[in-house]
């Protein structure tokens, strides 16, 4: 005897049989889905990503490229959260991977261009400034790959869990 054989009421059994069929049906239908991938837009993700973009909008606002550099190492921490939430959910993919080494090529340049600029006691040191704005500029590529794995869906059909 099936859930819906049994479920008879005296206002019409075709009826009533055909209610409980759909109702069991539909909780069945809902109730048989993987819930193990996570949201679409990895939420943590966008959570590391907002501290991430703003500091990097509001800093280096007016100063000068000795005195950027330390928003810029301030920068590296957030990006290593958001790093860890990429890893969290496996979204690594070579856009990424790519934008990380763009960022640590021209921190290497940026560190080497501020020590040059201290032996020469220069706040306004000109490859300073460019290694600085290559910095940012490269956070900004990173940013962008991270918002495109944050907003990218799920892998396979969004019912595997990642």
């Given at each position: 005897?099936?859930?819906?054989?049994?479920?008879?009421v005296?206002?019409?059994?075709?009826?009533?049989?055909?209610?409980?069929?759909a109702?069991?049906?539909?909780?069945?239908?809902?109730?048989?889905?993987t819930?193990?991938?996570?949201?679409?837009?990895?939420?943590?993700?966008?959570?590391?990503?907002?501290p991430?973009?703003?500091a990097?909008?509001?800093?280096?606002?007016?100063?000068?490229?000795?005195?950027?550099?330390?928003?810029?190492?301030?920068?590296?921490?957030?990006?290593?959260?958001?790093?860890?939430?990429?890893?969290?959910?496996?979204?690594?993919?070579?856009?990424y991977?790519?934008?990380?080494?763009?960022?640590?090529?021209?921190?290497?340049?940026?560190?080497?261009?501020?020590?040059?600029?201290r032996?020469?006691?220069?706040?306004?040191?000109?490859?300073?400034?460019?290694?600085?704005?290559?910095?940012?500029?490269?956070y900004?590529?990173?940013?962008a790959?991270?918002?495109?794995?944050?907003?990218?869906?799920?892998?396979?059909?969004?019912?595997?869990?990642?």
């Amino acid at each position: 005897m099936t859930a819906c054989s049994t479920a008879r009421v005296s206002a019409g059994p075709g009826r009533v049989r055909a209610v409980a069929c759909a109702a069991v049906l539909v909780a069945l239908a809902t109730g048989c889905r993987t819930d193990t991938a996570p949201a679409w837009g990895y939420p943590e993700l966008g959570a590391a990503l907002g501290p991430l973009s703003r500091a990097l909008d509001e800093g280096c606002a007016g100063q000068a490229s000795a005195s950027c550099s330390d928003d810029l190492d301030r920068l590296d921490a957030l990006a290593e959260r958001a790093f860890a939430e990429v890893l969290d959910h496996r979204l690594l993919d070579e856009a990424y991977l790519a934008a990380r080494s763009e960022v640590d090529r021209a921190r290497r340049l940026r560190l080497a261009a501020a020590a040059r600029a201290r032996s020469t006691r220069d706040p306004h040191d000109l490859p300073l400034g460019r290694a600085v704005a290559a910095e940012r500029l490269a956070y900004r590529h990173l940013l962008a790959a991270l918002e495109r794995l944050r907003t990218a869906p799920p892998p396979g059909d969004g019912t595997n869990p990642v």
